[in-house]
């Protein structure tokens, strides 16, 4: 199985770009709509690194992230998150929590590669 | 004409006229005995007469001599101390020991003015009762004045500075000194005050002002002359007692230069950012209309329309994000935040306790300045704290701030595992106390531009987390020059005279007028030979009172080294000027401090050389007034008197502090102190207005000249 990466976010159009635009860059992307949804995934196929929004109805981004982090089983996951703010406090807080990153929305398409690349790299450095 | 002849003169005529007459009675005896007796006789006549009339002169001579040492002078002396003890109140030894074969004239004297003194003494104390209670109301006053974040001025209409508190020369101090009698209009520009004033009087006029909701008062906006500075503040014009008409205004305002500069850069990105939106997310709705239904697009066409796709989102993304900056700010601008020391916020959070449990808290970390506001900081800590220790089970917190490059943290730890953020945000979206206004804690989050998180930091132990800004004031504030200002200055004067034209000053009183009295100190005593000044000081004098508050005091940089012989006079090292401005720039800045009052020194003329030397190559012009201290002792007490600034302070029993005497400060004051005491003196010899103390100078100048040409 090749590079694994979990795209979560309510915005359908969202994860349907993002999953098309890292497809295409060989990743193997599954997608999930929601905080509860991911975390069934993250449970039945463990990806390498899951691209998380933070704000998302029910439980948020910082939250799943912080599951992931509390799990010892899916420790594995490296986690980049999606904000909306560039707030030096939001970032702080997201690497507080665990993520390997934080990424303002918007981005481009070239930015979320290097992000999830990098997030790769710190992946295989854990590992 | 005769009154006007000295009383030694006088007595010096007397005599000769004794031994004139004696003289004469003698030949004229000699004459009619030579005519009796005979020729023959004329030899004996001749020398006994003359040395009769010998023996007559010399004794008159003599006596005159005795008298005009024992009499005379005494009388003239006496006088004199007579005259400064009523007038100047000094209080010497008078007559002293010439005056000893007067009798009980200078005994007498004495006594008098004893009394004199004495009976001022009584009066003094009664004024001084008296005005005990208006001068506690007055400090008061002060004291509200000084304390206030506003500046305040009280100005006649001409503009003239009658009273201003602290808060106003540190605002105005960026574009002059500022002081009494002053027109503000050196200050600022004349344009909104002169329209205010005028709107005011039509108000006031016409009678509106009763029904007016503002009254007599109204909103300026004022540009300083320099510093390019923004006041904005109320002016209120004040009535004559009978409330007939306007005889000045009020004004108290506020440096508003930053918030208006952040209000204009607000406005302007709202419009930019606004319009610049518009225009782009039409590019994007264009090209994406070109792109759905554009199944017949050249390739140029859809290239160029991909590129539109590609690029505007990114500089849209980009004009969020300021705007995003700005509304943040606008969030915290509306909240009272300050600068809050550390320790502070700590120790009111641990005496916060509000749900009463028995917690103990120990402050960890280093002291910071943080910005924020402290209240509902400190109930948003109050509350997790609370929170946690129910979560965690624990009444034993660490509680501290940590520095991180540009902003600080709040750390709250305790032995145990982290909240999880799930149940942070709960907490944070709980309503907080009544105390701040029903928010919660989110709102106070997102006023402060920050979060809050809770992580494990290992040995099990977990803490909540709290950034917040630094006070960058504390951090970054530039060194100001501080204004040096006594307790008790002068900061107000409400009789000073209405607006004194160059034209005719020379027939304003003396007392009225606005003085700067100075002193330089300088390398040595010829400009000529490249001598510099290393030290200028002035002291305002106004109507009368030497205004302690506001004095120009500067060590000056020589630009060459100071011998040592002059250092031994007033003590200034080369080191003491190493960080000094150089003339170019003192001078002009004392020429403003001068302004259009009149300068006194004490030998003017060597002071004025060292300034009328340099003050081209500074573009300044002295070209006012000046006076002379010595040249109007010297009218007073005449020439044989010593008229070193020592000696009259001596004699007006100025104090000048041993360390103070030859600074150019100490001496600027005790000349000041002596110039009071002189202009009530002059005032005594018919010496009223600036003209007659020209007048007086100028023959006082003349003799000197005379005398000089003599030797």
């Known amino acids: 199985m090749g590079k694994s990466v979990l795209v979560v976010d309510d915005e359908d159009i969202i994860t349907l770009g993002l999953s098309n635009l890292l497809g295409r860059q060989g990743y193997s992307v599954s997608s999930a709509s929601s905080g509860g949804e991911a975390l069934a995934i993250i449970e039945a196929m463990r990806p390498d690194v899951v691209v998380l929004d933070v704000l998302m109805p029910g439980r948020d981004g910082y939250d799943i992230c912080e599951a992931i982090k509390r799990n010892p089983d899916w420790r594995g996951s490296r986690v980049v998150l999606m904000g909306t703010t560039s707030r030096p406090s939001e970032i702080e807080k997201a690497l507080a929590l665990g993520a390997v990153s934080f990424i303002t929305k918007p981005f481009s398409a070239n930015e979320l590669i290097a992000v999830v690349e990098e997030a790769f790299a710190e992946s295989g450095r854990a590992a | ?711």
């Open chain 2, 1 to 711: 004409m005769i009154e006007k002849w000295s009383l030694r003169l006088r007595i010096f005529l007397f005599f000769a006229l004794i031994g004139i007459g004696a003289v004469a009675a003698v030949a004229g005896g000699a004459y009619f005995a030579a005519a009796r007796i005979g020729p023959e006789a004329i030899p004996h006549l001749v020398l006994t007469s003359g040395g009769a009339a010998f023996a007559i002169l010399g004794l008159v001579t003599w006596v005159w001599l005795k008298f005009d040492d024992n009499v005379a002078r005494p009388i003239m002396s006496i006088s004199r101390d007579v005259r400064a003890a009523v007038h100047a109140d000094a209080q010497g030894d008078i007559g002293g020991d010439a005056a000893r074969y007067l009798g009980f004239l200078a005994p007498a004297v004495r006594e008098v003015t004893g009394a004199l003194k004495e009976a001022r003494t009584e009066v003094e104390a009664a004024v001084e009762a008296a005005t005990k209670e208006a001068s506690r109301q007055t400090r008061r006053l002060e004291a509200v004045l000084r304390d206030l974040r506003q500046g305040v001025l009280i100005c006649n209409l001409e503009h003239k500075v009658l009273l201003y508190n602290r808060r106003a020369l540190e605002i105005l101090h960026v574009s002059g000194e500022l002081g009494l009698g002053r027109s503000l209009l050196v200050f600022v520009a004349p344009q909104a005050l002169s329209h205010a004033i005028q709107r005011l009087t039509a108000r006031f006029e016409s009678g509106r002002h009763v029904e007016h909701e503002d009254g007599l008062t109204s909103l300026v906006v004022v540009h300083t002359r320099q510093g390019g500075r923004t006041l904005k503040g109320r002016l209120t014009l004040t009535l004559n007692s009978t409330n007939e008409r306007p005889v000045g205004y009020v004004i108290a305002f506020d440096d508003v230069t930053d918030e208006i500069a952040a209000g204009v850069w607000r406005d302007r990105l709202l419009h930019d950012v606004t319009a610049d939106m518009r225009q782009r997310i039409a590019s994007l709705v264009v090209a994406g209309d070109m792109l759905a239904h554009g199944g017949d697009l050249s390739d140029d066409e859809r290239f160029a329309a991909e590129q539109v796709l590609a690029r505007e989102p990114k500089t849209l993304a980009e004009r969020l994000e300021r705007l995003d900056l700005a509304s943040g700010d606008l969030i915290a601008g509306a909240w009272p935040m300050s600068s809050l020391f550390s320790p502070t916020l700590l120790s009111c959070v641990i005496d916060r306790r509000s749900e009463r449990r028995e917690i103990t808290c120990e402050v960890i970390g280093n002291p910071l300045w943080l910005h924020c506001d402290s209240a509902s900081v400190v109930d948003l800590v109050d509350r997790i704290m609370n929170r946690v220790a129910v979560h965690a089970g624990v009444d034993c917190f660490q509680i501290g701030g940590t520095r991180s490059d540009d902003h600080a943290f709040i750390d709250l730890i305790w032995a145990g595992k982290a909240v999880p953020i799930a149940t942070l945000d709960e907490w944070l979206g709980e309503p907080l106390d009544e105390g701040v206004g029903s928010v919660s804690g989110h709102d106070v989050l997102s006023r402060h531009k920050t979060d809050m998180w809770s992580e494990d930091i290992g040995n099990d132990r977990a803490r909540v987390r709290l950034p917040l800004g630094l006070a960058e004031d504390y951090y970054d504030r530039p060194e100001k020059s501080q204004v040096r200002i006594p307790e008790r200055a002068e900061f107000y004067d409400f009789d000073l005279a209405a607006s004194i034209d160059r034209a005719t000053i020379n027939d304003v009183p003396l007392k009225a007028l606005t003085f700067v009295v100075f002193d330089t100190e300088t390398t040595g005593l010829e400009p000529a030979r490249g001598d510099k000044v290393i030290s200028i000081a002035g002291a305002r004098v106004v109507n009368g009172r030497m205004l302690r508050g506001e004095v120009f005091n500067t060590f000056v940089h020589p630009g060459r080294t100071i011998p040592a012989a002059s250092t031994k006079i007033h003590g200034i090292t080369d080191a003491m000027v190493a960080g000094a401005d150089a003339i170019e720039e003192v001078l002009p800045r004392f020429h403003e401090f001068v302004g259009d009052a009149v300068l006194v020194a004490h030998n003017a003329a060597f002071d004025m050389k060292f300034v009328t030397m340099s003050q081209d190559a500074c573009g300044v012009k002295f070209d006012g007034p000046v006076l002379d201290t010595v040249l109007l002792a010297a009218h007073v007490f005449g020439d044989t008197e010593s008229l070193t600034l020592d000696a009259l302070a001596d004699r007006f029993e100025v104090v000048i502090a041993d360390e103070d005497r030859h600074t150019a400060l100490g001496d600027a004051l005790a000349t000041a102190e002596v110039l009071l005491r002189l202009i009530s003196l002059l005032d005594g010899v018919g010496v009223r207005t600036l003209r007659d103390a020209f007048e007086v100078s100028e023959a006082q100048a003349a003799i000197r000249r005379k005398q000089k040409k003599a030797y």
